[in-house]
C-alpha cells in the first residue's frame, strides 16, 4: 500500500499492510538536544522509515499579519506585538523555543475592536495564506502517495482562535456578558474556514480536515461543557456538514488537557478524528475506545513522560496501546511533540521498538 491507502484505511477502521505511523518532532529546544547528542538534522521520516502526513501550510489567522513591533526590553526581557496583535512578554534567553510568554493584552475587547480586525485582516485573501510555492506544491499533491491534511491550526476553532483574540479569561467572561460579540466572532471564524479551506479545494482535495482548540487543562475544560455546546455546536455543524457536502469525510480536532468532557458535543458535531491525548491529563485512549468504540479514531496517546524514561517504563506504554493498533482507527504516536527531557537515544530506542511491535522494524 501506498502511505494514502494506509492512512485511509487506518481512519476507517479497515485493515492495512502494515500500521500507519509517522515521526513525531520536537521542540526547538528538544532538536537542539539532539544535534548535540548525534541527530544530524535529517529528516526524522528518513532515519526511522515511518509514513509522511502532508500538510497544505495555508495559513487561517489575521492576514494580513500585524507587523512585529518592540515595545520595551530590559537586560532580561522585551515587551512586543506579535504577528497576531496580541502584546506580550518573554525572556530573551528563550526566545523562540519553549518558554511560556507573559500575554499583556489582546486585540479585541470591544465589538468595534472586532469589526476593526475582521475587516482589514480576517477575509479571504489567499494569495497572502498560501505557500509562496503554491502551484508547485497543488502539481505535486495531484500525483501524492501520501496523505494531504488541511490544518487550520491556531484559527480552526470556536474557542481556541476567540482566545486569540480576547485571551482566555476574556473569553471566558464573554460567554456570560458579552454573548452577541461571541456569536459574531464565532460566525465569522465559520464563514472563513469556509471560505478559505473552498479556496484550497479548488486547487486539491484533502485526505482530512483539522481544527485546533487547545481549551482543557490537566483537569477539565476550561469552559462549561453545556454552555460551549449552546454556543459552538451549530457552527462546528455547519462547517463539518460543509465539507462532507465537499468530499472531505474525516474531520480532526488537537487539543491538549482533559478533553472526556468534550468528547460528545465534537462527535455530535461530526468530528470523527481526535488527538493528542495527553496521559499527563487523566487522558487514557484505551479506556476512551471502549467508551466510544469506532465512531472516534485517535492519533497519540503514548505517554512523552515514558519515553523521555526510556527502558521498561517506555516498552511498556508501547505495549499497552498496542491493541489499539490491531483494532484500528488508531496512529500510535507521543502524546504532544518531544520536549526537551527525551533524549536522542531514547528517542531512538522508543522508534526502535515502536517499529518493532507494529512489524515494521
Known amino acids: 500500500m501506498t502511505s494514502r491507502e494506509r492512512f485511509i484505511r487506518t481512519v476507517q477502521f479497515e485493515s492495512t499492510d502494515v500500521p500507519f505511523v509517522k515521526a513525531v518532532g520536537g521542540w526547538a529546544e528538544t532538536s537542539e538536544r539532539w544535534r548535540q547528542e548525534g541527530w544530524g538534522g535529517r529528516p526524522l521520516h528518513e532515519v526511522f522509515g515511518t509514513d509522511i502526513l502532508m500538510g497544505v501550510g495555508v495559513y487561517y489567522g489575521p492576514t494580513p499579519r500585524f507587523e512585529y513591533r518592540l515595545v520595551d526590553e530590559d537586560e532580561t526581557t522585551r515587551v512586543y506585538i506579535n504577528h497576531e496583535g496580541i502584546l506580550m512578554r518573554e525572556f530573551k534567553e528563550y526566545s523562540g523555543n519553549s518558554s ?75 460567554f456570560y456578558d458579552q454573548p452577541e460579540l461571541l456569536e459574531r466572532m464565532m460566525a465569522q471564524r465559520a464563514d472563513a474556514i469556509i471560505a478559505i479551506t473552498e479556496r484550497i479545494l479548488e486547487d486539491t482535495t484533502l485526505d482530512i480536515f483539522a481544527f485546533w482548540e487547545d481549551m482543557a487543562y490537566n483537569s477539565g475544560p476550561l469552559i462549561a461543557p453545556e454552555l460551549y455546546r449552546k454556543f459552538a455546536l451549530p457552527h462546528y455543524k455547519r462547517v463539518c456538514d460543509w465539507l462532507r457536502g465537499r468530499g472531505v469525510e474525516f474531520i480532526g480536532l488537537d487539543s491538549d488537557g482533559d478533553i472526556s468532557q468534550l468528547i460528545p458535543i465534537w462527535l455530535d458535531a461530526g468530528i470523527n478524528v481526535l488527538w493528542p491525548f495527553e496521559v499527563a491529563a487523566g487522558m487514557d485512549v484505551c479506556a476512551v475506545r471502549k467508551r466510544y468504540g469506532h465512531d472516534l479514531a485517535m492519533f497519540g496517546g503514548i505517554d512523552k513522560r515514558a519515553v523521555a524514561a526510556g527502558g521498561k517504563a517506555m516498552r511498556q506504554e508501547v505495549d499497552r496501546v498496542m491493541p489499539l493498533v490491531e483494532d484500528g482507527g488508531y496512529l500510535p504516536e507521543i502524546d504532544h511533540s518531544a520536549p526537551p527531557d527525551i533524549s536522542w537515544p531514547n528517542m531512538c530506542e522508543y522508534m526502535e521498538y515502536l517499529m518493532y511491535r507494529l512489524g515494521r522494524g
Open 100 to 174: 511560556m510568554p507573559q500575554f499583556l493584552k489582546f486585540p479585541v475587547e470591544t465589538e468595534a475592536d472586532f469589526d476593526k480586525i475582521a475587516a482589514e485582516r480576517l477575509g479571504l485573501n489567499f494569495e497572502q495564506r498560501a505557500p509562496n510555492n503554491w502551484d508547485a506544491l497543488v502539481a505535486n499533491w495531484r500525483r501524492r502517495t501520501n496523505p494531504l491534511m488541511c490544518f487550520a491550526d491556531r484559527w480552526g476553532g470556536f474557542f481556541g482562535p476567540l482566545r486569540n483574540l480576547m485571551g482566555v479569561e476574556n473569553l471566558c467572561l464573554a
